[in-house]
């Protein structure tokens, strides 16, 4: 049985289809999702960019290599410190790097 199982028709003039279809392609998501997540009070935003996801990947790669220095230093009772502070920098010129791209106005 569909989850879903009340269907509402909705007329709309050309413009507004038209927008309804460019702002649910801008959230990267169907037009009939976009309504529901409206309706429910959640103002969908648009998908980021390329760029974003390549931050994420980044972000992975130095938890990884901080995961594996905590697990060799946890396995052989002392810590490579040069290592942890070359990662912890790496880090936290990340975090500046995405406030400057994604939460600053005009990346400033």
Known sequence: MRKRNIKKQVWLNKSEAELLRKKSRKVGINES???R????GYEPKEKPDDKFYE????????GNNLNQIATKANSI????VDKYNEET?????FIIDIKKNF??????
Not at 37 to 40: E, N, R, Y
Not at 89 to 93: A, C, G, H, I, R
Not at 103 to 108: F, I, R, S, T, Y
Request: cysteine-free.
């Open 103 to 108: 939460l600053l106005k005009n990346g400033v």
């Open 55 to 62: 931050y994420i990947k980044e972000l992975r790669a130095i």
């Open 89 to 93: 920098k790496k880090l936290n010129k």
């Open 37 to 40: 997540d409206l309706i429910l």
């Open 77 to 80: 009772g002392f810590i490579n």
């Open 33 to 35: 999702t976009f309504i």
